[in-house]
């Protein structure tokens, strides 16, 4: 088994919630998470590290927290609805080698709701921000009769992460910053487990069920520049250091409904660390282009074992690859109040074919993104984006010759019908804002 799944009363018009909801099929490989604005959904996230009217530009880069001068808030909804098919095309019991049928999965994730939440203040060289935001999270839901069960059946990941930064202007061109990290993790697998086997001719094997819950907090730092080279123009670096976890809870194992044991469990996980580089060109007063790349480094995770009493209960074997995400966009200035975006990404999962498992059936991914801001007053601001996903269909080949999967049988199959549908949300308020009806230019 694996463990991996998962404000501030600005106006009286609206509240911005400083909670973390499960989400449904991560979204930024892995188990990441990158549904974190609405703003920047609306270019597929080309531009996020580079700053911009979006405050959620800090959760890439902290120097970005100096874009937006004043006491500003930012709260973002988004609503994450995936869909994955596990065809099974042969599976098999452990130990006895007995056929398990080809019964699949017609849908193996579950929709989710990610909130995030942005505050900033920025002087004339210094600014501050804090974020609380949900960066990692998972849930894939099959019931525990499928081919595949030894496998996994329930997998959730709740993660929920406080960040406070602080941003230092340099000169006209440069500003620095950096932060703390804090980050809470949560998790809860389950799938079919052997329990035993009485020696017979030919073996008896005893199954049932095993689950792991555990959680721990954990902390990291994160750094970032941003460059002014032409009026307009912005280049922004972000880091996001990795983050140790040490998850301790609980092993169960039982018969169908029946609880037959509770032991103490604990298990290594290590959150990757992140580059994003983004660009930020305004071209004329009505477009601007934007564009991301981003590096995630997945390959720290290359297996999880959990261990109950000193001893190894469970080992999964990953063998993840780094992640690559690429995106681009752009923006259009319709009237001084709308602003619209588009935007086009692929991204490469970190999940090799030869170890996808249906924990987490990642894909390589292509996004559709489009959006638009619209200006209520000067100090109230709506962003609203629309995301579509097209996932790849990718095998799913796993077998006992891996010392990972001797008590889990083997698994042929593909994940097949990928896609995701993403709708977010967000309002931002602007306490140096005039107040008047008077016209605001860039």
């Known amino acids: 088994m694996i463990m991996r799944k998962w404000a501030v ?20 490989g892995g188990f990441g998470i990158r549904e974190q604005s609405a703003y920047y959904q609306g270019t597929a996230f080309a531009g996020s590290a580079a700053g911009g009217e979006g405050l959620a530009s ?5 120097a970005a927290i100096s874009f937006a001068p004043g006491l500003n808030v930012e709260g973002n909804v988004t609503y994450i609805a995936p869909h994955a098919s596990v065809d099974v095309f042969s599976a098999t019991a452990p130990v006895t080698g007995a056929d398990l049928g080809t019964l699949g999965v017609g849908d193996i994730v579950d929709n989710g709701v990610v909130p995030a939440t942005y505050i900033t203040y920025a002087w004339d060289k210094i600014a501050l921000g804090v974020a609380v935001t949900a960066p990692f999270g998972l849930i894939t839901d099959a019931s525990c009769n499928w081919a595949g069960r030894y496998y996994g059946c329930y997998s959730r990941i709740f993660d929920m992460n406080f960040q406070g930064s602080l941003a230092y202007k340099v000169n006209d ?12 993790i949560d998790a809860r697998l389950s799938n079919g487990q052997v329990l035993g086997v009485i020696p017979a001719m030919p073996p008896v094997v005893v199954s049932g069920w095993g689950q792991v819950d555990g959680d721990d907090i954990g902390w990291g730092f994160n750094l970032g ?6 009026p307009g123009t912005t280049l922004g670096v972000g880091y996001k250091s990795s983050i140790e976890h040490n998850l301790s809870g609980t092993l169960s194992l039982g018969l169908p409904k029946t609880q037959i044991a509770k032991l103490g469990a604990e298990a290594g996980l290590t959150l990757p660390d992140q580059i994003t580089a983004s660009f930020r060109s305004q071209i004329d007063p009505k477009w601007t282009v ?14 999880l074992v959990v261990k109950s009493n000193g001893a190894t209960a469970s080992v999964l074997d990953l063998q993840w690859n780094d992640g690559w995400y690429f995106s681009a966009g752009v923006e259009y200035r319709w009237d001084p109040k709308l602003a619209l975006r588009a935007g086009i990404a692929y991204e490469l999962s970190p999940v090799p074919d030869e170890t996808r498992s249906p924990r987490l059936p990642d894909t390589n991914r292509t996004w ?20 579509h996903i097209f996932g790849e269909t990718s095998p799913i080949n796993l077998y006992p010759t891996d010392p990972a999967n001797a008590l889990r049988g083997s698994l042929v199959g593909e994940v097949s019908d990928g896609y995701v549908d993403i709708i977010s949300v967000a309002l931002r308020y602007k306490f140096n804002a005039p107040t008047s009806s008077a016209l605001i230019t860039k």
Do not use: C, K
């Open 290 to 303: 934007l564009g991301t790349v981003e590096w995630t480094n997945w390959s720290t995770v290359q297996q």
């Open 173 to 184: 061109w440069l500003t620095l910053g950096g932060g703390l990290n804090i980050n809470y």
């Open 368 to 387: 559709l993104s489009a959006g638009l801001t619209y200006d209520f007053t000067p100090q109230i601001a709506m962003d609203f984006a629309y995301s």
């Open 225 to 230: 520049a941003l460059f002014t080279l032409a």
């Open 9 to 28: 009363r600005a106006v009286p018009a609206f509240a911005l919630p400083l909670v973390a909801i499960a989400a449904g099929e991560a979204q930024a």
């Open 58 to 62: 800090m959760f890439w880069n902290p």
